[in-house]
């Protein structure tokens, strides 16, 4: 019973996973990560596979490798989502062109904000609004920045379709000032969240790329099976074309 709810929780988080695709391409990866990845209900999710993963493993003493590695996995990102709940910071930057800043405001989590430092400092060049060929309709906005860190200054481009990410931060266009001479940048900081998190989620691909080519794995024991094997020859034969 155990394996079988650990493992439809497994195909379920792979669901959301892949739903969670075509909300990012549909309204972007802040968007997604705010209702998808960084939402309690998907971090709830990972927290009952990642219990029900390391119970399994203890139970039945699980000694393969590529099992241990996919369990691993759960628990890595589950760690990365807590480092992102516990250390990230998330906000807003309203720059002027020509201005320079070192911080942004960001929320506190209790409904106000805050003044935080940034690891480098911004400067807005210049904003424009990008419209589609032959119309007065935009098809992007875009801010052109200098970014400078450790003395070292280095052109910066931010868009609607274009994230900027520097140091752990990730820079994305939310608005702009009427008279165009103004720009407003989400800020989203995860110094170790994310890193961990993508760790994880490459070990779970790794884990189960290793579990079906594992020669010894149930994949492969099922490929064998005498059924199987006869539905796929039969598959293989009505394919062939006729003479």
């Known amino acids: 019973m155990l394996k079988k709810t650990t493992f439809a929780l497994l195909y379920l988080v792979m ?38 993963s390391v119970a399994y ?16 996995s759960f628990v890595l990102i589950l760690c990365g989502a807590l480092l992102t709940h516990l250390l990230s910071a998330r906000g807003s930057i309203h720059l002027r062109t020509g ?11 209790r409904g106000g904000t805050k003044v935080e430092r ?11 609004i990008v419209c589609h060929e032959g119309t007065d309709a935009p098809a992007d906005y875009v801010s052109e920045l200098t970014l400078t860190s450790g003395g070292r200054s280095l052109p910066a481009r931010v868009s609607m379709n274009r994230i900027f990410v520097h140091s752990s931060t990730r820079l994305y266009q939310a608005s702009y000032d009427a ?31 290793w579990m079906l080519l594992d020669p010894h794995g ?3 024991t099922l490929l064998r099976h005498p059924l199987l094997r006869s539905g796929l020859g039969a598959l293989a034969l009505a394919a062939l074309p006729c003479a």
């Open 57 to 72: 493993i203890v139970r039945r003493r699980v000694r393969r490798a590529s099992t241990v590695a996919l369990h691993a």
């Open 118 to 128: 940034l690891p480098f400092t911004l400067r807005l060049d210049t904003f424009r």
């Open 179 to 209: 008279d165009g001479g103004g720009s407003v940048l989400a800020v989203n900081r995860d110094p170790w969240g994310t890193g961990v998190t993508y760790a994880g989620y490459a070990l779970l691909f790794v884990s189960l790329l």
């Open 99 to 109: 201005q320079t800043v070192s911080t942004f405001v960001a929320d506190d989590g």
């Open 15 to 52: 669901a959301c996973m892949a739903a969670a695709t075509f909300v990012e391409k549909l309204h972007g990866t802040s968007f997604a990560r705010l209702h998808v990845y960084g939402s309690s209900w998907f971090v709830l999710l990972w927290s009952v596979l990642t219990l029900t």
């Open 218 to 220: 149930r994949f492969r």
